[in-house]
C-alpha cells in the first residue's frame, strides 16, 4: 500500500464504540472497548486494505448500490417517543460502575463514556453520578431553600419563587475530586471512562448566589463563608469561600435547557465553578452565611488529602488545569497504520484554556494541538490533534496551560509535591501507550 492508502485506511479506527455490535456489551465492560472493536472491525479492514482509495466501500458494496428498507417505507408518526432517545444503535454509550471499584447500592459512581462523546457538553443522560447515599425523586412543589445565618432577613423559597428571579445560564465543568483517584498508587485502570469519567460539563441555568444573598442583606463586616445542605440521606454539607460563591456560584434548577436530572439534583442544586463536584450541594434545601468554616464530616473525615509529611491538605477544593486524551484512549486499537485525529478534552478551575499540547513520544517532543471554540471559564474545551501513526510503538500524551500560566504536571512532579497517598485531586499527565499491534494500554510514565 501506499502512504496515502495507509492515510486513507487509518480513518476507520478507532471507531466511536457505538459502533459496536449490541452482544458484545459484557466484552466492552470488563476489558474496554478493544477486543471487541478489533473483532468487528477485522473484517471492514481487510476489505479496505484491499481497495485503494476508498477503503470502506467495496465496489459491489449493496449498502451503495441497493437502497435499503427506510428508504422504501413510511417513516414511524412523530410522539412515537414523545421524549426523544438515543438510536438503538447507540445502546454501549452509557455510564458504567468501574469494575476496579467497591461498588455499594447507594455510595456510589457511575462513570462518563468519555471516550464515545463529541464538544463540549455532555449529554444530561451520560453525566455521570456520585451519590453519598444514593438519588432521591423530590417533589419540587414541596422542595424548600433557606437562607439563614448572618442575613437581615432570613427566607425560604418555593422552586416556584426561585423560577420568578432573574436568571443565568452558564457552561460549566463538573469534576469529582477524587476523579483519576485511583491513579495516585499504581493502579492504571483500563479505560479513560474510568479514569477521567467523573467528569461532565453542561449549561446550569439558575440564580446567582450573590443575588440571593444580596437580597438577604448578608452581614458584609462578618460573612466569609456559606454552608450549603443538601436534602438527601447522606446530610452532604460543604463549606463554600464566600468570595467564590459571590463571584460565579448559580442555585441551579436548569441542565442543557430542562430541569436537572433527579441524580444530578433535581430539582435544586449548587453550582460552585471551578471547585471539586463535592462541594455542587445536589437537593440543595440550604444556604448558611458564617464567619468561620464549619468543619463537617464532609470536610475533615474525607475531601483531605495525606502529605508526604503526614499532615493534611484541608478545603483543597479548586481543581487545577488537567487534560487528557479520550481517543485514541485505553482499551481501544489502532487497526491500521496512517492518519489518527487524536481528541480530547482540556479544563482549568481558574479560568480557559490557553494551549494544549500533544505528545506521542512519552513527552520528549510537544506539538500544539488545535484548540476548537469557544474557550470558556471553567468549562471543558475539545482539542483535536493531526497525528500519522507509522505502526511503532507510541506513548500518547496531552498537556494544558492555563491562562494564569499553570501547565499540568507530569506524574513525577505531582508526586515529589503530594505523595502517593491522596486521592483526590490527580491532575498529573496521562500516558497512553500504542502497541506496535495497534492496541492501546493505560501505562504511568514520568
Ligand atoms: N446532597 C448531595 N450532594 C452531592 C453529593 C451527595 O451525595 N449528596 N455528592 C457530591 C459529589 S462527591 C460529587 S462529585 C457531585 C457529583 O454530582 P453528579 O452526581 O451530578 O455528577 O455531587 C456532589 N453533591
Ligand atoms: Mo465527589
Not at 451503495?64 to 447507540?90: D, M
Not at 469519567?197 to 463586616?221: C, I, K, N
Not at 488537567?322 to 491500521?336: A, R
Not at 480557559?352 to 506521542?360: L, M
Request: glycine share 10%.
Amino acid at each position: 500500500m501506499t502512504s496515502r492508502d495507509n492515510q486513507e485506511s487509518g480513518r476507520l479506527a478507532p471507531a466511536p464504540e457505538s459502533f459496536l455490535d449490541a452482544d458484545l456489551v459484557d466484552e466492552i465492560h470488563l476489558g474496554g472497548v478493544n477486543a471487541a472493536r478489533r473483532k468487528l472491525l477485522k473484517g471492514a479492514l481487510a476489505a479496505a486494505a484491499a481497495t485503494a482509495i476508498a477503503p470502506s466501500h467495496a465496489a459491489d458494496d449493496p449498502d451503495i448500490l441497493a437502497l435499503p428498507s427506510w428508504s422504501r417505507t413510511l417513516g414511524k408518526p412523530v410522539v412515537t417517543t414523545p421524549y426523544g432517545q438515543p438510536s438503538p444503535f447507540e445502546a454501549q454509550v452509557i455510564k458504567r460502575q468501574s469494575p476496579g471499584l467497591t461498588q455499594t447500592n447507594q455510595a456510589s459512581v457511575a462513570f462518563t463514556p468519555l471516550q464515545s462523546l463529541f464538544g463540549m457538553i455532555t449529554p444530561s443522560g451520560l453525566h455521570f453520578e456520585r451519590h453519598h447515599q444514593g438519588w432521591v425523586d423530590i417533589d419540587p412543589t414541596r422542595h424548600r431553600l433557606m437562607i439563614n445565618g448572618l442575613v437581615d432577613s432570613p427566607s425560604v423559597f418555593t422552586m416556584a419563587d426561585l423560577l420568578r428571579l432573574p436568571s443565568v445560564s452558564r457552561i460549566h465543568f463538573l469534576e469529582c475530586g477524587a476523579n483519576t483517584g485511583l491513579e495516585w498508587g499504581n493502579v492504571a485502570v483500563p479505560t479513560v471512562q474510568y479514569t477521567h469519567g467523573m467528569l461532565s460539563a453542561s449549561e446550569f441555568t439558575g440564580v446567582p448566589v450573590s443575588l440571593l444573598l444580596e437580597r438577604a442583606g448578608y452581614d458584609r463586616q462578618r460573612a466569609r463563608f456559606l454552608l450549603a445542605e443538601g436534602a438527601d440521606g447522606s446530610g452532604m454539607t460543604r463549606t463554600i469561600n464566600l468570595d467564590a460563591a459571590l463571584d460565579d456560584a448559580i442555585v441551579a434548577y436548569g441542565q442543557n435547557g430542562e430541569m436537572l436530572r433527579p441524580e444530578n439534583g433535581y430539582p435544586l442544586r449548587l453550582v460552585v465553578p471551578g471547585v471539586q463536584g463535592v462541594s455542587w450541594v445536589k437537593w440543595l434545601r440550604r444556604l448558611e452565611v458564617g464567619d468561620q468554616p464549619w468543619g463537617t464530616k464532609d470536610e475533615t473525615s474525607h475531601y483531605v488529602d495525606l502529605m508526604p509529611d503526614g499532615t493534611h491538605r484541608q478545603y483543597s477544593g479548586i481543581q487545577e488545569a488537567k487534560s487528557v486524551i479520550t481517543s485514541p484512549s485505553g482499551g481501544q486499537t489502532l487497526l491500521q497504520q496512517g492518519y489518527y485525529c487524536v481528541t480530547g478534552l482540556a479544563w482549568s478551575g481558574r479560568g480557559t484554556v490557553s494551549k494544549v499540547e500533544v505528545s506521542t513520544d512519552g513527552g520528549q517532543n510537544w506539538r500544539a494541538a488545535r484548540v476548537e471554540g469557544p474557550t470558556l471559564p471553567k468549562a471543558l474545551t475539545r482539542f483535536n490533534f493531526d497525528w500519522v501513526w507509522n505502526g511503532e510503538e507510541a506513548l500518547l500524551q496531552s498537556r494544558v496551560t492555563d491562562s494564569t500560566g499553570y501547565t499540568q504536571p507530569t506524574r513525577n512532579q505531582l508526586v515529589a509535591r503530594r505523595g502517593t497517598r491522596s486521592i483526590y485531586h490527580n491532575n498529573a499527565i496521562q500516558t497512553w501507550r500504542v502497541a506496535a499491534d495497534g492496541a492501546v494500554h493505560n501505562v504511568q510514565l514520568g
